[in-house]
């Protein structure tokens, strides 16, 4: 009796850690990058809010106006605050941009045949999931549909 507590308690434990050593498992891009080029997605992440952050500080309070007016649909308050750029903002803008630009081209220089590949693998996983989310969603719609005719038919 004491020999079978003890094996089924050695036995709970292995399953534990075995269930724990999958938690800690890379994800996502963390399988994909190595750590430096997760270093530098996030510094570009951080170019990018620090970028947006500097051109919101040097919105008029007009331009904050044009973008807080709910009245115009997202492309209309665009195409009314870019007429209002000075030209100090279209260089900051054209400057940031470029920023990126070079930041995206550096990382990409260090991406692998194989890392392209795991990517290209992966948005694949991604367009089919969001495809049979899609598919299911329908399904479920069209059953609800079917069941609150039979609802009303039956009274």
Not at 6 to 18: H, K, R, Y
Not at 34 to 46: G, N, R, V
Not at 63 to 85: G, H, P, S, V, Y
């Amino acid at each position: 009796m004491k020999t079978i507590k003890i094996t089924s308690l050695i036995v709970a434990i292995l399953i534990g850690q075995i269930a724990l050593a999958q938690d800690e498992a890379p994800k996502g891009k963390e399988k994909i990058f190595t750590a430096e080029q997760l270093e530098m997605l996030k510094a570009q992440k951080e170019a990018v809010k620090e970028n947006r952050e500097e051109f919101k500080a040097s919105l008029s309070e007009e331009q904050r106006a044009i973008l807080d007016n709910k009245d115009l649909d997202r492309k209309e308050r665009q195409e009314a605050l870019r007429a209002t750029f000075t030209d100090a903002q279209k260089d900051l803008l054209s400057a940031n941009k470029g920023e990126i630009k070079a930041l995206k081209e550096q990382f990409r220089a260090t991406v692998t045949d194989e890392q392209k590949q795991a990517l290209k693998q992966r948005r694949k996983r991604m367009k089919n999931r969001v495809r049979n989310m899609k598919e299911k969603k329908e399904q479920f719609n069209e059953r609800k549909e079917n069941w609150k005719e039979r609802k009303k038919k039956n009274g």
